[in-house]
């Protein structure tokens, strides 16, 4: 009697001894990396060619191309298990109403949609991350198709990424704490319509948005930055919010090492940026944004804005900037403070 339980005494150290080996195993693994790893070129690629393709033809906004880009992305949500937030339907349809700007005497002549996907948060699912791209562009003038494939074809890339990503950290069991939305807006060269449609109708209480990461243009290098393979501008990361600026910096400290350039967020910045996409629909709402931005360059608002032209290493790059920036709002503690008033 007396050895059996000795036996089992030995027996209970040793099996304790391994689980708690494998408990420092799983903390020293950093599953960031691992999932940052998820984001690759090839990946990548195929997403800019297939969204910036002759058959998309601009996607500009209400017509077919766009309509079938909006399918695409749909299709990538559905294959990565990325859920849809509305019933029964990745879109959040925009009637033509809405998809007017009287400023540029512009009005769609058929209804457009946004297109939403949702990784519910493990511990804080009402506190929603919004990461998101425009997938529109201006479609097809004087017969020539206008690519948009850095303007956006390679944010919206980066969007089905990170939902990837953030997909397979779920099913792995190592799913984000808090909620994460993917939003594609469209009407985004008419006017910010999809985004600004979005803040007056969301299908989310606007108040239970913690951030909005926007990611507009980032496959190539701007003029301001000739042959520099390693930067990309961050735009308005410290204007309400000191924390969202440093877990940004931080996140490129220990892991993609660019040069973070923020001539763009000077408050007199005649380009005027912070107010040119669709994150400022959030910021205007009091939500802290980051916008992802590689400058303007020779190509911009051009036919030739074609995916053979996407430096596709940088592109891979800073999709993992954002992707290392929102699993570190999505993941930590405490929610994001708005500071900066
Ligand atoms: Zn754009």
Known sequence: MKKITFLFI????????????????NKSIDFALTYANTITTDDVEEHVYAIASDEFEGRATGEIGQKYAAKYLAGQYSKFG?????????YQTIPIEALVNKKRGYASKNPSENVIAFIEGTEKPNEILVISSHYDHMGIKDGQIYYGADDNASGTTAVLEI?????????????????IM?????GEER???GSKYFAANPVVPMTSIVANLNIDMIGRIGKERPNDENYVYVIGADRLSTELHNINEKANEKYTKMDLDYTYNE?????RFYFR???YNFAKNGIPIIFYFNGVHVDYHKP??????????????RVKLVFYTAWEIANREERLIVDVK
């Open 277 to 279: 996409s669709d994150h």
């Open 182 to 186: 993917f939003i594609n807006f469209t």
């Open 191 to 193: 006017g910010l319509l």
């Open 267 to 271: 408050d007199d910045d005649p380009n």
């Open 163 to 179: 939902a990837q990503a953030f997909a397979k950290a779920k099913k792995e069991g190592h799913g984000p704490k808090r909620s």
């Open 304 to 317: 030739t804005d074609t995916p053979d032209k996407i430096n596709l290493e940088l592109l891979t790059k």
């Open 10 to 25: 030995i027996l209970l150290v040793i099996t304790s001894c391994k689980s708690k080996k494998e408990t420092v195993e």
């Open 82 to 90: 990325v859920k849809k937030y509305i019933e029964n339907t990745y």
